[in-house]
């Protein structure tokens, strides 16, 4: 009887033991399918993203022979290089490519082969050297978007001309600059050197990077410290009552609030009744500095948790003062879970364009700001504005800009990873 007993014990042990080990793989087989579900959506995302965007870091170039004659650049009288026809001389040169464009429709279809920001760059030369003049100097200028378009393929040949951007003239004669070797393409420098332009070829990310710059430079200069500060007084001096439960209640709402409610708040606070001007990285960066506020606290303040009590009453036994005690020894144990909450702060407020858009840093900026207080744009909004545009040319120069953000923010995340391992310390 004892012995049928234990048998059929034995039996649902083991039962049980199955039932569990089927458990567990069933758990383990969902949890990788749901790992693998989401790097496969992540491989696909970047995938899209780099088919799309890696055109834009190219660019066409249009090689054309410029005559830099009085004549030419002022073909109605005395030369001044302030009012001198730039454009014309251009227009001038690819005409001679061109012979058969002898009507004024024909001409007009010739002269958008070329970007307006040849002629800028022909002034900018005899500006520089002026004994170009009476010479003829062979130069790469920037294509239209246009032939940008049709040397990558993104324009379909075989569609109806009134559907597309390139007539039936203009393919030929971009087939025939490309034959003559006049067609080329090479590194988009623009792109990074330029602000934004209603002209695709022109358009360029210097002007939202550096005023997503300054404003990480104001945002940074204002939170880290408060925020540190509020922490070590709410973790190590504040005492425990109601009123602090409910600041550290308020503190961790804050951090889920939308942010374009601090957009709200800086447009309310910092422009209509402080007078910063608006659009500005200034404004801009006091903005993000409020949004990455709550942030930088709940981080820096469980940073200050980590340190082992033990150190407090160890120091504390050696006779130390409080203050003492948090700047001798807590502090510089906490400061890596400071840092790296600081920069993800940082990396948040990066990627934040609904505040920016509230408080003006949706206009269209053309100048790269020089400045605190100069009309500015972000890189969060640059994209926003490029990818309502309609044209064809400055979609792949969204998905540009967006690769560019990506990397920046892997950097700062990296910068964070690295300055922890720096300045950590075991205990």
């Known amino acids: 009887m004892n012995r049928d007993t234990s048998i059929s014990t034995r039996d649902k042990v083991a039962a049980g033991l199955r039932k569990r080990h089927r ?143 390139a007539s039936d003239r203009q393919l030929a004669w971009i087939d025939q600059l490309a034959e003559q ?30 005023g997503s710059l300054y404003m990480l430079i104001v945002a940074i200069a204002v939170s880290f410290p408060v925020g540190t500060a509020a922490a070590i007084y709410l973790e190590e001096f504040a005492p425990k009552n109601r009123w602090s439960d409910l600041i550290e209640v308020n503190i961790n709402n804050l951090a889920a609030v939308p942010s374009i409610v601090f957009g709200l708040l800086g447009l309310a606070v910092f422009i209509n009744w402080i007078g910063i001007p608006r659009s500005s ?58 840092l790296t909450g600081a920069i993800i702060g940082m990396s948040r407020a990066l990627g934040e364009s609904a505040p920016l858009l509230m408080i003006g840093m949706v206009a269209f900026i053309v100048d790269v700001p020089a400045g605190f207080t100069d009309p500015a744009t972000a890189l969060p909004v640059q994209v926003y504005l490029w990818a309502d545009s309609p044209e064809r040319a400055f979609a792949e120069r969204t998905s540009a800009a967006i690769i560019v953000l990506l990397a920046f923010l892997l950097v700062m995340n990296l910068t964070a990873v690295i300055l922890r391992k720096r300045v950590e310390r075991q205990w």
């Open 281 to 338: 990285p200034l404004v801009g960066g006091f903005v993000l500095s409020l949004l990455t506020l709550p942030v930088i606290i709940i981080a820096s303040r469980a940073a200050i948790k980590a340190v082992p009590p033990s150190i407090r009453e160890a120091a504390l036994g050696l006779g130390a003062s409080k203050m003492q005690v948090v700047g001798h020894h807590v502090l510089p144990l906490a400061l890596p879970g400071m």
């Open 23 to 165: 458990s567990e793989l069933t758990f383990r087989a969902f949890g990788f399918i749901a790992t693998a579900i989401g790097i496969l959506f992540l491989a696909v995302f970047f995938w899209s993203l780099i088919a799309q965007g890696y055109t834009a870091f190219s660019q066409t170039y249009l090689t054309l022979d410029i005559e830099f004659s009085e004549e030419a650049l002022a073909p109605g009288g005395q030369l001044d290089l302030e009012y001198a026809d730039f454009d014309g001389v251009v227009r001038q040169s690819l005409r001679q490519l061109l012979p058969d464009a002898t009507d004024r429709r024909a001409r007009r279809e010739m002269n958008r082969l070329v970007s307006i920001g040849a002629g800028y760059q022909v002034r900018d030369a005899i500006r520089d050297d002026e004994s170009l003049l009476g010479t003829t100097q062979t130069m790469r200028v920037p294509a239209a978007s246009t032939v940008d378009m049709v040397m990558k393929g993104n324009i379909d040949r075989t569609l109806p001309e009134e559907q597309r951007t």
């Open 181 to 210: 070797g006049r067609l080329e393409m090479g590194f988009n420098t623009a792109l990074f050197t330029n602000g934004d332009s209603r002209e695709p070829e022109l358009a360029g990310i210097r002007g939202a990077v550096m």
